[in-house]
């Protein structure tokens, strides 16, 4: 049985675009209303954030000593 309140991580650290791209937006497809997908990067991923909005989602950039990312995305509340 799995936990549906664990986050699905992303982890593109490494991966060259579009691919963190098309993995975030495959994991979107199956997000929970409830659900969170969390993305693992190393560089901003601003071209993101307007197809987040445009979409219905919401998010929240963390940035850690090392520089990597980690964008939090949830369903929007209306």
């Known amino acids: ?3 549906s309140s664990a986050p699905v991580i992303v982890d ?8 963190p791209l098309n993995l ?8 929970p209303p409830d659900g969170e997908v969390i993305l693992l990067i190393y560089r901003e991923p601003t071209p993101l954030y307007d197809i987040l909005r445009r ?3 919401t998010h929240r950039t963390e940035m850690n000593s090392d520089g990597e990312f980690a964008i939090h995305i949830r369903h929007a509340t209306p």
Request: charged share 25%; hydrophobic share 35%; proline share 9%.
């Open 1 to 3: 049985m799995t936990d």
């Open 24 to 31: 975030t937006l495959e994991a979107l497809d199956t997000l």
């Open 55 to 57: 979409n219905g989602y």
């Open 12 to 19: 593109a650290r490494g991966l060259m675009p579009p691919e």
